[in-house]
């Protein structure tokens, strides 16, 4: 069994990010959702910036059964900027159907520079604000499949 991982940094959301260097994409961090309810939700994802980080990092979610729902790229090198709660700035990623009660997100280090897995929110669509319970947050990576060689950058 390979050992972990992104290596790990105190910033970011709840003081702690996992990172990986570019590599194949054979890494990955990953976060779950389990428990959901179905109908649409919308995907954020924070990160750190830096002028080291990917402008490619590419983030994708799946549902339970490991089916692709959304894939797309996001620039490191910036802060995220699409909504910003209790001071934690997030970029949407995208909004996706959960039809069997969870989420995996992972993002790979198939990527042009340094990738940051810091956390991922999700929000239901078209739920009334009193449900702002349903706003879910995982931090950091719940599960790491990674490696990162032991170099490590200034981040
Ligand atoms: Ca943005
Ligand atoms: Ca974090």
Known sequence: MREIIFGKRSQG???????????????????????????????YATWTQH??????APFTVKNGQGDTLLG??????????????????????????????SLMVDLSDNANG???????????VGVSVMSQS??????????ENAFVPANVAVI
Do not use: H
């Open 51 to 56: 002028s080291n980080r990917a402008s490619d």
């Open 114 to 124: 340094y990738v940051i897995a810091d956390a991922i929110r999700i929000e239901p």
């Open 134 to 143: 349903f706003v879910q947050i995982s931090d950091s990576s719940s599960s």
């Open 13 to 43: 959301f709840g003081g702690n990010v996992r990172f990986s260097a570019l590599g194949t994409g054979v890494d990955k961090a990953t976060w779950l959702f389990d428990d959901l309810i179905s109908g649409n939700y919308k995907v």
């Open 72 to 101: 797309v790229d996001m620039n490191q090198k910036i802060d995220p900027d699409d909504l910003i709660d209790g001071g934690t700035a997030w970029e949407a990623l995208g909004e996706v159907q959960v039809t069997d009660d």
